[in-house]
């Protein structure tokens, strides 16, 4: 590949999950082929919007736009260069992501043109939108779609257009946000920036950032358990099956664990830290274990009720990708690593494997060619410390 940098293009990327907000300010590098081959953080920052308090949707959406406005406005401060584009990736519960199927056949072989995909895949954004459940009373609108499977006949097919077929079907990745949601964040950037952000979805983000991160991995699951919520998406034969959502994160069970102690959030985050470094009296340590096991209860609760429901359709995959701040990282794999619950859903009953997705992003991991949607990976490791 040619390493020689051609054109620097610096791109302002804002990631806003169930519990934060981060913004990072990237230098991009692209050879004469118009690859990617460099990346540099220039400047970083992210801030909680919960402070791991609870508190009713009306309030922690005040909370969401005000500690947005906060974080466009000091990014903007750090960073008084010419600015190529704005990226706002978003996860639960700002953007919803649902897998489409379209079916197509006919009774003769027909030729695949590109007409003819565009003509399928925009009749079922139609109807995606108008069957969307997830903002119930709320318009929506759409903010990304990807093609992630082709078949024809009963078979993945990698380059279709032009093909010959009896029969098609399109997987689609297609995810929207409420009009109003999209509307407000739209807002904050034009306010600090004087322009509008592009869209990006992290549920596509995280689908492709274990495709091109682990290209042999082709069945896990793949678990977002930071923040208010957790997001599901099972992988099996290299494509997306399942994705769903469940309002219990990382932050309710630090909070029940706090309650349990006796304690505030932040100490009770910090002790558990120091029991996973080994820095902690024996007592003091096993109070917090026997409080947390028991907080990780409500959890695994609601991931083993997905997993039962899921199972339904066939057997999971044992191996499993989490994505969670870096300090609750080691004590959430190791106790999920002991929940002998999940076996009776998992393929052949296997023993769960964690695996993880590789962080950072120096040259060696953007070697291939990034496309602007897919710059939202990058948002994935803005500023991991949260103040």
Same mark, same amino acid.
Request: proline content about 2%.
């Given at each position: *590949?040619?390493?020689?940098?051609?054109?620097?293009?610096?791109?302002?990327?804002?990631?806003?999950? @169930?519990?934060?907000?981060?913004?990072?300010?990237?230098?991009?590098?692209?050879?004469?082929?118009?690859?990617?081959?460099?990346?540099?953080?220039?400047?970083?920052?992210?801030?909680?919007?919960?402070?791991?308090?609870?508190?009713?949707?009306?309030?922690?959406?005040?909370?969401?736009?005000?500690?947005?406005?906060?974080?466009?406005?000091?990014?903007?401060?750090?960073?008084?260069?010419?600015?190529?584009?704005?990226?706002?990736?978003?996860?639960?519960?700002?953007?919803?992501?649902?897998?489409?199927?379209?079916?197509?056949?006919?009774?003769?072989?027909?030729?695949?043109?590109?007409?003819?995909?565009?003509?399928?895949?925009?009749?079922?954004?139609?109807?995606?939108?108008?069957?969307?459940?997830?903002?119930?009373?709320?318009?929506?609108?759409?903010?990304?779609?990807?093609?992630?499977?082709?078949?024809?006949?009963?078979?993945?097919?990698?380059?279709?257009?032009?093909?010959?077929?009896?029969?098609?079907?399109?997987?689609?990745?297609?995810?929207?946000? @409420?009009?109003?949601?999209?509307?407000?964040?739209?807002?904050?950037?034009?306010?600090?920036?004087?322009?509008?952000?592009?869209?990006?979805?992290?549920?596509?983000?995280?689908?492709?950032?274990?495709?091109?991160?682990?290209?042999?991995?082709?069945?896990?699951?793949?678990?977002?358990?930071?923040?208010? *919520?957790?997001?599901? *998406?099972?992988?099996?034969?290299?494509?997306?099956?399942?994705?769903?959502?469940?309002?219990?994160?990382?932050?309710?069970?630090?909070?029940?664990?706090?309650?349990?102690?006796?304690?505030?959030?932040?100490?009770?985050?910090?002790?558990?830290?120091?029991?996973?470094?080994?820095?902690?009296?024996?007592?003091?340590?096993?109070?917090?274990?026997?409080?947390?096991?028991?907080?990780?209860?409500?959890?695994?609760?609601?991931?083993?009720?997905?997993?039962?429901?899921?199972?339904?359709?066939?057997?999971?995959?044992?191996?499993?990708?989490?994505?969670?701040?870096?300090?609750?990282?080691?004590?959430?794999?190791?106790?999920?690593?002991?929940?002998?619950?999940?076996?009776?859903?998992?393929?052949?009953?296997?023993?769960?494997?964690?695996?993880?997705?590789? @962080?950072?992003?120096?040259?060696?991991?953007?070697?291939?060619?990034?496309?602007?949607?897919?710059?939202?990976?990058?948002?994935?490791?803005?500023?991991?410390?949260?103040?």
């Amino acid at each position: *590949m040619n390493k020689k940098i051609d054109t620097i293009k610096n791109n302002l990327i804002f990631d806003i999950d @169930s519990s934060s907000v981060g913004a990072g300010l990237f230098e991009f590098g692209y050879n004469s082929n118009g690859a990617c081959i460099h990346i540099r953080e220039l400047s970083t920052v992210r801030q909680s919007i919960t402070n791991g308090e609870h508190y009713s949707f009306e309030e922690f959406w005040n909370r969401t736009q005000s500690i947005f406005k906060k974080v466009a406005e000091k990014i903007h401060l750090q960073s008084l260069i010419p600015i190529e584009n704005i990226y706002c990736n978003l996860s639960s519960p700002w953007a919803s992501a649902q897998k489409r199927t379209i079916k197509y056949s006919k009774n003769k072989p027909f030729i695949l043109t590109q007409e003819l995909a565009n003509q399928l895949i925009e009749k079922e954004l139609v109807a995606s939108l108008k069957k969307n459940l997830d903002y119930h009373n709320h318009e929506v609108e759409l903010i990304d779609r990807k093609t992630i499977a082709v078949r024809s006949n009963g078979y993945t097919v990698r380059n279709p257009i032009a093909k010959e077929m009896s029969d098609l079907e399109i997987d689609s990745l297609v995810t929207v946000v @409420s009009t109003k949601t999209k509307h407000v964040f739209e807002h904050i950037i034009e306010k600090v920036f004087h322009r509008f952000p592009v869209f990006t979805s992290n549920i596509f983000v995280a689908y492709n950032n274990v495709k091109k991160s682990l290209p042999d991995q082709n069945d896990a699951i793949v678990i977002d358990v930071s923040g208010e *919520m957790t997001d599901v *998406m099972i992988i099996q034969n290299d494509h997306i099956e399942t994705l769903g959502t469940f309002p219990v994160g990382i932050n309710h069970l630090l909070r029940d664990t706090s309650d349990r102690l006796g304690k505030n959030f932040n100490k009770t985050q910090k002790d558990i830290q120091l029991i996973f470094n080994s820095n902690l009296d024996k007592d003091h340590e096993s109070k917090i274990k026997e409080s947390l096991g028991y907080s990780y209860k409500i959890w695994l609760k609601e991931f083993y009720n997905f997993c039962s429901n899921t199972s339904k359709k066939g057997l999971l995959p044992n191996t499993i990708i989490i994505k969670t701040y870096r300090e609750s990282m080691y004590w959430f794999e190791s106790m999920l690593l002991q929940s002998d619950e999940l076996s009776d859903h998992i393929h052949a009953k296997a023993r769960i494997e964690i695996v993880h997705l590789p @962080s950072g992003y120096d040259d060696k991991d953007f070697s291939l060619n990034i496309t602007d949607l897919e710059l939202g990976v990058i948002a994935r490791t803005i500023a991991v410390e949260i103040y």
